[in-house]
């Protein structure tokens, strides 16, 4: 049996052939954008690769053991790992950093920021809780390429000297004990930075009603169940090509 190839009409083929081609070469637009945060403070908490390594040495120095026989266990563990007295001292000063900051120093001392990193989860985990009214990136996967900042982080034009102290007592994951925990954050700043979006993914307008609706009632960064990392959009300019 032959089987005959229907065509398109030519208006529907034109309409079908700009499609495929705003998706294979997106459209990528810039936005000027600053996220004011004047009633919730902003905890950045992050988890630096060097915890992770206090952690893992913590692992081989049993708390039970005298102040001798602990110290020799941590000499023990760090010639493991090849680490030298020196560096333990530093990889402690900079796992114990609040915030992440430009430069990256060991103090971390220079501007606050929020990375691209995070504000791209912030994203991802709005588009997971928003209300179906509410304009949301249809894939997590997308988020990733489809909203960047051109600096790769939002400044916050505030450092480790501005900031002040939140206190709480937090439930133990398995028992009733709490802890008592202290968490570094600022408030009253603008986080500004440029994005550059894939219009393909999300038109802008749509990105500012998702940004403008999380930032009220979802937050991002830390202790946001205590209501932490709420901000309004304070500025949304398309800056021309």
Known sequence: MNSETKELP???????????????????VKVNVALHFSESGYIGLPY????????????????????????????????KRGITPEQFQRITQRANRPFYTAGDLDDGSGEIIIPQRIFQSFLNNACQVVPK????IASKGLTF???????????SGKTLKDAE???????????????????????????TGML??????IKIGDLQKLCEYSGRYVGIGSARPQGFGRFQVSRWEKVSS
């Open 10 to 28: 030519q208006d529907e083929a034109e309409s079908t052939a700009t499609e495929i081609d705003s998706i294979i070469h997106p459209t990528f």
């Open 48 to 79: 630096w690769p060097e915890r992770d390594t206090l952690i893992n040495i913590g692992k081989d120095v049993s708390p039970r053991l005298g102040p001798e026989k602990k110290q020799a266990a941590m000499n023990a563990a760090l010639e």
């Open 133 to 136: 009214v509410i304009p949301r």
């Open 145 to 155: 390429i489809g909203v960047k900042i051109i600096d790769g982080f939002f400044r």
């Open 165 to 191: 102290t939140f206190s709480r007592f937090i439930k133990m994951e398995e028992s009733n004990q709490r802890s008592f925990c202290e968490s570094k954050f600022i408030i009253n700043f603008s986080a």
């Open 196 to 201: 550059l979006i894939d219009e393909s993914i």
